[in-house]
């Protein structure tokens, strides 16, 4: 292949550290290793960002034989759809809503994986899990126990917390959010609830790796039970103390890569805080649109009323109504109706 184009910087600095090597895979070895040459059958990047990943396995060999890569992020995937699409390698948008990177609050919060049940030998989830809320968490959790395969893997990584050092926490009370601006910044799950929650799917960690900062992302392998390989549990951290904190999105975040403007980074700023009611808006609109309707029958219902009404007051002025009403009454007190 010619040389493949680096996402311009403007798409870099969306989603971590921008130096170009990042996006190199210099060697051709493969992405990661220890893994055997028929586990790269078929890739699924959620949350690709703008082809970090998809760009350094299109070097190496073998290179995964069907790639699709997805993101929330429109300019980044309509980057990638440009210039890494190729052979076996395709990128959708997953227009889910995002306060900073997709924000019109009318957007679905999830949506399913874009393939088949049990068709995919690797999902990489890089950075993503981190800024998933707990809810989006599960269904996305759903997702990988719906699409690996046997032999799949889930390669990825999460913040994670010991809830135990949390005395005040509810039991539905199971993830921490650094920025109540936007509560997806960075996500960090308490490390019992994750592993119940795999168990619950199927799933058992196989491989961690903690992190090289202390408290900062654990490198995690997920794969189905009952595939011979040994579960593991969270490791120590006992990782020097350091400080590496995400990207805060900047404002027009959502138009790089569409537009031709891009935001200074003087633009960079701290979002209004986002309303409660962003996170209910699809429930009230669905629950505005059954008033409507609910409205609508009691209308109909109300004319129906009207017209018995009328119809009621047209029999009851027709001659020998009376003695008619007198007969009825008879009827009903004799317990036969003549
Ligand atoms: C920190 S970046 C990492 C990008 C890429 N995985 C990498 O390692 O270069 C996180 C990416 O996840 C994407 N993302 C976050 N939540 C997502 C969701 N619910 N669905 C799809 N993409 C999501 C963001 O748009 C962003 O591109």
Redesign the pocket.
Known sequence: MTQLPLPPLELRE???PTDPSYFENATGEPIYAGLPTEQWRSYL?????CG??ARRLLQQTPRPERYVG????AG?VRWCQENLATDGFEFHH?D?Y?PG?NPDPHKPWVQPFPVADRTVSIIEA???FT??LEA?AEHYLDEVARVLTDDGLLIGTVFVFDKAAFPFMQDSQNTLYINETDP?NAVVFDRGWLSNGLTERGLELVHVEPPAIRGYHHQVRIGRVGQGRTAVDWPADDAPYGRLA?PLVRAGAERIGLDDHVPEAAEVHVRAPMPPTDLLLPQYDAAQARVAELEGEVATLRTRVRKLRKRVRRLEAEPGAERLEQRVGESVSDGAVR
């Open positions: 969306l989603v971590g990047d959620f949350g690709c960002g970090r990943s997805f993101d929330l992020h980044m997953h889910v995002n990177f890089w950075s993503v800024h998933l989006q997806t995400p």
